[in-house]
């Protein structure tokens, strides 16, 4: 069975901190990872995707995969309280399909 | 305004009662897809499909159904609902495979 593993948090980070999520992923050819923000009650919105090992910026928010240590993280810079939420990770498995596995997600919280 | 629609927003039914939850996409996405979120188990995905007529399994299919016969709908098919199918159902589309929109969500319980 393919997993997607997140610590459940919660992580709480003063207002202004770097906040560091992370994931791992057990399926070792996997070449398609997300990170989604799920406020509480709402759908789940993507914030970013990474295809190759490297870091990749968007904004306040950095994404960085290591393939060979089979590790993606998000950073979130100058946090603030509205990105309170919960995180989630995701992964579609390789062997030819679009099959994606979510991790259970990391809750946020950030201190004003 | 790009959207992802569900209907039902919320669903009370009883065990074995057929039901559907559509889904309409208005971004002429080839990807579509259905999950469902559980507390402590995140979400996982039913089925999704890449193109009309065409559809694969996810990761949770058993109990499901879906169809693909215009590229902007993908309705969902419990066909004889359990209460163990009680749970937040999402879908989403996107370009590329990639989940990239998601509806509000449908609750469904079924006693």
């Known amino acids: 069975q393919k997993e997607v593993e997140q610590n459940s948090g919660p992580l709480s980070v003063p207002e202004g901190a770097i906040a560091s999520l992370n994931c791992t992923y057990s399926?070792?050819?996997?070449?398609?990872f997300f990170w989604y923000r799920q406020y509480s009650g709402k759908s789940p919105e993507l914030i970013m995707s990474?295809?190759?090992?490297g870091d990749k910026e968007d904004g306040r928010f950095t994404a960085q995969l290591n393939k060979a240590s089979q590790y993606v993280s998000l950073l979130i810079r100058d946090s603030q309280p509205s990105d309170s939420a919960t995180y989630l990770c995701?992964?579609?498995?390789?062997?030819?399909?679009?099959?994606?596995?979510f991790g259970a997600g990391t809750r946020l919280f950030v201190k004003a | 305004e790009a959207q992802v629609t569900q209907n039902p927003r919320y669903l009370i039914t009883v065990t074995g009662k057929k039901l559907t939850v559509t889904c309409s996409q208005n971004?002429?996405?080839?990807?579509m897809s259905w999950y469902r979120q559980d507390p402590g188990l995140g979400l996982r995905q039913i089925y999704y499909?890449?193109?009309?007529?065409?559809?694969d399994k996810g990761d949770v299919p058993e109990g499901y159904k879906v169809s693909r016969k215009e590229k902007r709908n993908f309705p969902l098919i419990l066909e004889s609902p359990s209460p163990n199918q009680t749970s937040l159902y999402f879908c989403?589309?996107?370009?590329?495979?990639?989940?990239?929109?998601f509806g509000d969500g449908t609750r469904l319980s079924i006693l």
């Open positions: 989403a589309s996107g370009e590329g495979g990639q989940p990239q929109h």
């Open positions: 399926d070792r050819g996997s070449q398609s």
């Open positions: 990474i295809y190759s090992n």
């Open positions: 995701a992964v579609t498995l390789s062997g030819g399909g679009f099959k994606t596995i």
């Open positions: 971004m002429n996405h080839e990807y």
């Open positions: 499909s890449m193109n009309v007529e065409a559809t």
